[in-house]
């Protein structure tokens, strides 16, 4: 898989520093290089075509090829390439999506505050947070709840809000003050004998009892994506949401729903907070905004927290804070098409119509030996490579399923191991054949696993 010397490959082993990589096996095995996308597959350097199981990175919502985005991308670029929104300058690109966004998330979400990228997005939402209580003369209402296993980010705040140790180790994090909270993911978590309805209630007592210890006055606000996605494809257990958001208004905590992954469709519904029932002060999105075509990521907040930071920024004469990007001109363009084409192909459709098809095909792997539990929603699962009665992976943790993603790379799938779990989420765009495909290469590389797990001892 891409080990045959090519100037590009001896390059990138020479001069990249790549995100999420062991660098020193990088410098062994180098990069899987690819050069063309088309519909819901890519090709590599060495023309090997890959259906892309995950949507590049939870993402590319349209497909590789979509030829209206670059146009789009052309046009703008042709009309006004860039300019910035500080001081009161404004574009029509901005504008425009900022309305289509007020326009499809929940009731109440009016006003829009554009960065590059969701963990840029979710800093600001631990500063807007802290400036606005400040605002209000509640200097002390600074803290966030979190949990464990989640996944909002890696600056210096938003990887604080995340709950995944490799994220954390060694750069010094949390460095905000954060407390993080029970993974809501029953099958791992859940108490022997404890049912799900138990569960649930568990969770939200340790929420109300962390809140009264800690003190109501200091907690500004709770963070959580619907469905978990990168800390390994967990949803929630029934009750949960409703739940979380009625603690957080007694208790006058903002409620954050970070739908980086989830938003515009993934989950079957527009956003997961609709799918699971509850509203948002504020809602974080990015990744399927503009497929990944362009970065971009938008905060839409309500008119409580529009309001108190706009009369901070009147007492203050100034909202410090932006980046030269914020609200790009070419970006905002790309990902008004973006949303335009999601709707008039109605791909939010699309992943609900298949959801039966594409989630039944997986769960049909549950029997499987290396498969632990099978879960997901809409378009997005996990399949989690541990033994069913124990509940712990084979031999070392992540080894099956990065031999898994390894094996399904091989069979012409992409994937992604989150730890012990096997992650899909392909684009909304695909079709009842690639599912069957998907099935069909993931089922060959499972039972390839299981031949490797059993050479090496682990069964």
């Not at 993603?405 to 765009?429: F, H």
């Not at 054949?433 to 031949?451: C, F, K, N, P, T």
């Amino acid at each position: 898989m891409n080990h045959r010397p090519n100037s590009l490959h001896m390059s990138d082993i020479a001069h990249s520093m790549h995100p999420y990589t062991n660098m020193r096996l990088h410098e062994e095995k180098g990069p899987m290089i690819m050069t063309g996308g088309n519909g819901a597959r890519v090709t590599d350097s060495e023309g090997k075509e890959y259906i892309e199981g995950l949507a590049g990175l939870w993402s590319v919502a349209v497909g590789f090829s979509e030829t209206r985005l670059a146009d789009a991308a052309y046009a703008q670029l042709k009309r006004l390439p860039y300019y910035h929104s500080f001081a009161h300058k404004a574009h029509e690109p901005s504008i425009r999506l900022a309305e289509k966004l007020a326009e499809m998330t929940p009731e109440g979400l009016n006003r829009v505050f554009f960065t590059n990228s969701g963990s840029e997005a979710n800093d600001t939402v631990v500063k807007m947070a802290w400036f606005l209580n400040n605002g209000l003369g509640r200097p002390e209402k600074k803290k966030f709840l979190s949990r464990t296993k989640a996944y909002h980010g890696i600056t210096i705040a938003s990887g604080s809000l995340t709950g995944l140790a490799g994220n954390q180790k060694d750069f010094d994090l949390p460095a905000i003050p954060v407390t993080h909270l029970t993974c809501p993911h029953y099958w791992r978590y859940g108490e022997e004998g404890e049912s799900e309805t138990e569960f649930t209630a568990r969770l939200l007592k340790e929420l109300e009892d962390t809140i009264i210890a800690e003190g109501p006055e200091t907690i500004a606000g709770f963070i959580g994506e619907p469905v978990m996605g990168a800390g390994g494809v967990m949803t929630p257990p029934e009750g949960y949401w409703p739940g979380v958001a009625e603690i957080c208004r007694k208790y006058d905590i903002l409620l954050v729903s970070d739908e980086v992954i989830n938003g515009f469709g993934r989950t079957g519904e527009r956003f997961g907070c609709e799918k699971y029932g509850f509203t948002p002060d504020i809602l974080v999105t990015s990744k399927q905004l503009t497929s990944s075509y362009m970065p971009l990521a938008a905060i839409v907040v309500n008119d409580k927290v529009y309001n108190a930071i706009a009369d901070n920024t009147a007492k203050l004469g100034n909202f410090g804070h932006g980046f030269t990007a914020t609200g790009h001109p070419v970006s905002c363009a790309v990902g008004l098409e973006n949303l335009n084409i999601i709707e008039e192909r109605d791909l939010m459709g699309n992943a609900k119509r298949l959801e039966p098809m594409f989630q039944d095909g997986l769960r049909a792997f549950a029997d499987h030996a290396l498969v632990g539990e099978v879960r997901g929603v809409g378009l997005i699962a996990g399949l989690e490579m541990a033994d069913k009665k124990t509940k712990q992976p084979f031999g070392k943790p992540g080894a099956v399923a990065a031999k898994v993603v390894a094996m399904a790379a091989e069979e012409g799938l992409i994937c992604r191991n989150v730890y012990d779990t096997v992650a899909l989420c392909p684009p909304l765009i695909i079709t009842e054949d690639d599912v069957r495909e998907i099935h069909a290469r993931l089922g060959r590389a499972l039972d390839r696993a299981l031949e490797w797990a059993k050479s090496e001892g682990m069964l």
